[in-house]
Structures are given as C-alpha cells and as structure tokens.
C-alpha cells in the first residue's frame, strides 16, 4: 500500500522556539495532505487542509499564523509550529490522498517544554 | 452537521472472546463509512469500508455491515487476538470531498 511518512518521530523543544514537521508521500503524488492533531485519549482533530501550490484551509478555531502550513510539492507539506507553548504539545499525525484513500504518517510526538 | 458517535471504551475481552463496537452516524447524504485502527505509537491504518448502504467492509476477520435504516456501521470480530489491541475509530466521508470525520475512538484490550 501506500507508504506516508513524518518527521521527525519525536521533537521536545523549549517554550518560543519553532518546529518544523515534514509529511512524504513516498511512492506517490498526493494533490492534498491533512494534518491532525491528537489528544491523549482522543480522537483526531482536522486542523487544515493543504493543496498543493495553494494556500491550506484551516479549520475553525486553528489559529493559521501560529501552525504554518506549506504544500510546496506533491511530495511534501510541512506543519510549523511557531512560537511553540506547552499547551502545543501533542501527537501531531498528516494524512495524504492517493487516488480515493487518505493514507496516514506515522505521527509525530511533539513536546514542549 | 455531519459526525460520529462511538461507545465509550476501554473494552476489555479475553482472547478468542466476541467483538462489537458500536457506531453509529450523522450525515447529509450518503455517506463512505470507515474504520480506522491505531497500535501503540503509530499513525492510523485504514482496517475496513464501505461505501453504499448494506455494504459488508471486511478484513482480518473484523466485519462491519453500513446499515442505513439505522445508521449505524458497528464493527465486530468472532475472535479477538491479544495482537488487536489497540485503539479503533470509526469515520465517515461524504460526497467527493476527502475530508474525514472521526469519532472519539474505542481502546480495546485484550488479555490472554
């Protein structure tokens, strides 16, 4: 099947630094990636939706300027995190769509200290 | 608005033990009907859909019917293995849009 995947796996950085998540569609082209966020014990929250060459869709409530999102290929979106807080903390998971499935990363933990 | 309800876990079973996670749906239109199943540490992996009602996904002995008249898409396997742990969601997609709804998620265990 198809392969998705993050990185890194794990970040810890410190309070008011940035983080750069990196997802790859390895073995295909994907015209839109999704990333999500996940709490513990919950479920999976969209929080935008990036198209290639084009600017993300954010979702309701996910502040645009603090999770930067770029879809520069179809190989690739990055998630950066700016200004990082503890509340950021979280398993931070994309998705890419391959034809009519949405196949996931691995995720990435990210820690904020 | 569209979404999804799911039992509430953990559920806990022995192994060779009877699976059932109940879910069920809110949705205009016809909606495509996921489950997706997520192991310790690892992204979602996609276990079984369906796409049109009375539609049986299936795959590694699980089995989930789309029952439209009650809207509900509830996932079962005859005999769990202590390797099924995990945490399983459900989720629907509508029309052609790619976006996914999730429900909250049900941690199985199983003990052996």
Redesign the interface.
Known sequence: GAV?S?HPSRVICKSGTSVKIECRSLDFQAT?M?WYRQFP????M?MA?SNEGSKATYEQGVEKDKFLINHASLTLSTLTVTSAHPEDSSFY?C?A?GGD???????TRLTVT | GNSVTQMEGPVTLSEEAFLTINCTYTATGYPSLFW?VQYP??????LLKATKADDKGSNKGFEATYRKETTSFHLEKGSVQVSDSAVY?CALRTGGY???I????T?LAVHP
């Open positions: 998705v993050q839109t999704f014990k919950k479920s999976l969209l939706t998971i998705s769509t499935e949405q196949y996931f990363g691995p995720g | 997706y540490g690892e992204g979602l992996q996609l969601f790619n976006k996914l999730f429900g909250a998620g941690r």
